[in-house]
């Protein structure tokens, strides 16, 4: 069987460097042959050193440059080292891959994930934000160009695992309520703070927000999971995922995050996907689809497993989950508003200049300024995007440390 020719956006970040530790224990399967990052020389040197990739791109010029010293250095200088934002866009539709992996963080990940989406590639889907921010024409693109598609975040990929395969095979225009499914069952941590006083979350720090008790993720998504937005947004990809309305999802917390997801049957059967929290399992699961392979990971024990305890949200503790909630149902621009306000106010804690609870209070405000604005093609998507940032911005200078809203 021919190899899968592998391009990895985003390979220094926690998915991509996952995805590069299933690939080491299948050379027979899979071969490198792009690489992309923002500015991880050191990281991305060292994979170049292992893989041997064609080419690689770093946005940054400055860090392209350096990592093109390094690989000359090191007899490596037949690698090509390209930098800037179309260059990223160019690697994700080049014809000598066949699989993308776009775990790129956030908006910026939109691009060259559309990108290898209309260049008909499988794509491994670890961008939720791509979705989030574009829901209904991400989707029409990767109808048009037969692209496949697979989902990579852990709840999106158990929700997969628990469809029919006439579903799986029908991405973005799934009828699962059609076909015997009544209700999709997302799960959730909780994140660090689901048992703290909600009257302590304004002390929070960055380093508290960032230990996750389950999963090792990068500082965004560590913090979208303290304050489940990260919940929000995958509630949102749910639904263009799987073509479902929002009353049709429903969040459940489940502390000890071994169920990954499941998927209520009309019948009164629930289906879920278990394992232990390793985005390795759901990596493999897509790369080698549909047949399985050893990801590295440890199968459950259920013997030495702790219990499952399963509570309902509340969301008073956690109201970016709501705003994400009702963001989904008011439509695109709110949902783009509220991922580009949100990488904005994130950014802006771990910098230690708002509050923890700031988060969401920038995050409110600027979706309530652009929830009315009209979207209908990625055009508008990043013409909204920018707006909304530079507005948060200026809702920045009205916070410090010790001052609100």
């Known amino acids: 069987m021919l190899k899968r020719q592998l391009c990895i956006l985003g390979s220094t970040g926690s998915i991509g460097s ?18 992309a990052a923002h500015a991880s020389v050191d990281v991305i040197f060292e994979q170049c050193l292992e893989f041997k ?34 260059a990223l866009i160019e690697l994700a539709q080049c014809k000598s891959t066949d699989t993308v992996m776009a775990a790129i963080v956030g908006a910026a990940g939109l691009l060259p994930t559309l990108a290898a989406v209309n260049a008909g590639k499988r794509v491994l889907l670890a961008n939720k934000e791509a979705l989030v921010t574009s829901g209904a024409i991400f989707m029409a693109a990767v109808k048009a160009s037969g692209a496949e598609l697979l989902p990579i975040d852990s709840e999106h990929n158990a929700i997969f695992q628990c469809l029919p395969a006439q579903q799986q095979a029908n991405l973005g225009e799934c009828q699962l309520l059609a076909n015997g499914i009544s209700k999709i069952l997302l799960t959730g941590s909780g994140g660090p703070f689901r048992t703290r006083a909600i009257d302590t979350l304004a002390t929070v720090t960055p380093q508290e927000a960032c230990n996750h008790p389950n999963w090792d993720m990068g500082r965004k998504i560590s913090v979208d999971s303290a304050t489940m937005m990260n919940k929000g947004l995958e509630f949102i990809e749910a639904k263009w995922l799987f073509n479902i309305e929002a009353e049709d999802i429903q969040v459940v917390l489940h502390p000890q995050s071994t169920i990954h997801s499941m998927v209520q049957y009309k019948d009164g059967s629930v289906i879920a996907q278990m394992g232990n929290p390793d985005m390795r399992t759901p990596i493999a699961h897509a790369l080698n689809f549909p047949e399985r392979i050893e990801s590295g990971v440890a199968p459950l ?47 802006a804690f771990l910098d230690e200049k708002i509050k923890f609870t700031d988060i969401f209070k920038i995050n409110e405000t600027s979706v309530k300024k652009f929830v009315s604005q009209q979207v209908d093609n990625i055009n508008e998507v990043i013409a909204l995007d920018k707006q909304v940032r530079i507005f948060t911005q200026t809702l920045l200078a009205d916070f410090n440390t010790n001052k609100c809203l």
């Open 18 to 35: 996952s995805t590069l530790d299933v690939v080491r224990l299948h050379p027979d399967k899979f071969q490198v042959i792009s690489l």
């Open 53 to 86: 990739p064609q080419q690689v791109v770093l946005v940054s010029s400055d860090h392209a440059k350096l990592l093109a010293e390094k690989l000359k250095g090191a007899n490596l200088s037949d690698i090509t080292v390209l930098s800037g934002k179309q």
């Open 301 to 347: 024990d259920f013997f030495n497993t702790a219990s499952f305890e399963f509570q309902p949200v509340d969301f008073a503790r956690y109201p970016n989950l709501k705003l994400a909630i009702d963001a989904c149902k008011q439509g695109q621009a709110a949902c783009t508003a509220l991922n580009a306000a949100n990488e904005i106010a994130v950014a």
